[in-house]
């Protein structure tokens, strides 16, 4: 049973190799989002999948950016809803995603955010030293089927490969891809030094199984823009 109807939501729809367990992918999409009613929105549904669905395991998906980002509400909401879940649900893992690239305009993702940028207005401003993780989002359903096959559960999981990339590299690849001509890209520095997600337990996961996922930050890109 998929939750939701966005670019991770389709995903599993459109797989056949996850049953009888609840996907939640309906949660708040923008990680600088303010208002409160989004936030309600996704809890009370979260409460009602629990009253619902007491004996079906449940997919959540978090960010791991609770791990590695400054502190927010968006963050701070995570957190609480990682805490109700793990008072409240017998059986569930926590997903705790990267940025997710895929078939989507949604401007509050990473990926789009950027090309609209210098789309529309042939301008970025850009984090100096900053880098960002990547995960195709038609992996998400084989990496969860593989944490279901083997029995994993009550976890809370970084799934993060490590495969790191400057974000001016994603600016520069952009730029290339849709031919644009001399963009102004304002760099700016801030103290704040993001911490490494702890992907261990994931890499040694899928360590022997590696060469089925799209990896490399170039092939994920390539795949979409």
Request: hydrophobic share 35%; charged share 25%.
């Amino acid at each position: 049973m998929v939750i939701g109807n966005g670019m991770i939501a389709n995903s599993f729809i459109r797989s056949t190799t996850i049953n009888d367990v609840i996907i939640f992918a309906c949660g708040v999409p923008n990680s600088n989002e303010v208002r409160e009613n989004e936030y309600a929105r996704e809890f009370n549904l979260l409460k009602k999948i629990q009253t619902e669905h007491t004996n079906k395991k449940l997919i959540y998906f978090s960010s791991t950016s609770l791990e590695t980002g400054k502190k927010s509400k968006y963050i701070s909401f995570k957190l609480m809803i990682e805490k109700y879940i793990k008072s409240n649900f017998s059986d569930f893992l926590i997903l705790r995603l990267p940025n997710v690239v895929g078939n989507t305009e949604n401007k509050s993702q990473l990926l789009p955010f950027i090309k609209n940028g210098l789309l529309t207005n042939n301008y970025i401003r850009v984090k100096q030293f900053c880098y960002r993780y990547l995960i195709d989002v038609d992996d998400l359903p084989l990496i969860t089927a593989s944490l279901i096959e083997e029995n994993i559960q009550n976890k809370i999981i970084n799934v993060s490969f490590d495969n790191k990339i400057e974000i001016i590299e994603i600016v520069n690849f952009l730029t290339s891809k849709y031919k644009i001509i001399n963009p102004t890209i304002e760099f700016y520095k801030d103290n704040y030094i993001e911490k490494e997600p702890d992907n261990q337990f994931f890499i040694n996961f899928i360590k022997n199984d590696k060469q089925q996922y799209n990896i490399t930050p170039f092939g994920i890109l390539n795949k979409y823009f």
